[in-house]
């Protein structure tokens, strides 16, 4: 299954779901997920407060980009993405942040911020891919920016 027959929608998961997928993806990320933060107050939070881009494949949560879409100074952060291990290769990560990236456009966002293990080779070629940019790393992780085209109103 590839991203194209994934379906693509946004903030349909309940907390249960999006803390049984962090749960099935917390190995994954470099440090582990679990070593950072509780996921259950994590999956809360974010099924509360982030604005969700989700891919579901046979009724279950496969993919998932949550973002905050709160800041002052015109950038969007983005908090989590993950993919579950059978999905992975498949372009539904990228296809989750294109949504999200186009969503910050119409909202007028400028820039994209996230954070990632600085240790996370593949995140990172990913991110850096996407054209994200490395800000100085901070201990174990390292903050990236993208910078979205201002289109002229």
């Known amino acids: 299954m590839t991203a194209s027959h994934a379906e693509l929608v946004e903030n ?60 002052e100074n015109g950038a969007m952060f983005i908090s989590n993405v993950s993919v579950d291990e059978d999905f992975l290769g498949r372009g539904i990560a990228s296809a989750l942040l294109a949504r999200a990236f186009a969503s910050a456009r119409a909202t007028g966002f400028t820039q994209i911020h996230l954070r990632v293990g600085t240790a996370d080779v593949a995140a990172r070629r990913l991110y850096e891919k996407l054209g994200f940019r490395a800000c100085p790393a901070e201990g174990e992780q390292t903050l990236m920016q993208l910078d979205l085209p201002v289109t002229p109103r």
Not at 14 to 33: M, N, Q, T, Y
Not at 34 to 52: F, G, P, Q, T
Not at 55 to 63: C, K, R, S, Y
């Open 12 to 71: 349909r998961a309940s907390g249960s779901e999006i803390l049984a997928h962090l749960a099935r993806c917390d190995a994954r990320f470099v440090p582990p997920l679990s070593d950072r933060v509780d996921l259950v107050a994590y999956a809360h939070r974010l099924h509360e407060r982030a604005r969700r881009f989700e891919a579901w494949a046979n009724g279950g949560l496969i993919g998932l980009v949550a973002a905050y879409f709160n800041d």
